[in-house]
């Protein structure tokens, strides 16, 4: 088979048990954008992916953001999908009952209603 991209996951497959890249890893990263573009796919947002990109030396690459709803090519939005407004009223009541962790992220905004151990990890 004749490999023409390669799309990668960050969180549990690219980073290792410290989230961070190897050193085995930047340097196959570094053989592998030789020869094919490397994309990097993520629940994060862009902030979050930008440092992994310029530690593989793939920042010129296209990253996909929000696991899809958000993709930047040179830094800039060819493809978004935006929840309705009143969807996200509908997640804010549901959260204020049950009172489980939310973030909601706009492009390169994010907003928790609360500080809690979820959004001091991230």
Known sequence: MSWKIIFTDIDGTLLNKDREL?????KVFQELQKRLPIVLISSRMPQAMQHLQEELHIAHQPIICYNGA???VDGKIISTAE?????IKGLHNFNNDVNCHLSLYNNTHWFVPQNDQWAKRE
Do not use: K
Not at 22 to 26: A, I, R, V, Y
Not at 83 to 87: A, V
């Open 83 to 87: 929840i309705p407004w009143e969807t």
């Open 70 to 72: 958000l993709i930047l």
């Open 22 to 26: 190897s050193p085995l890893t930047l």
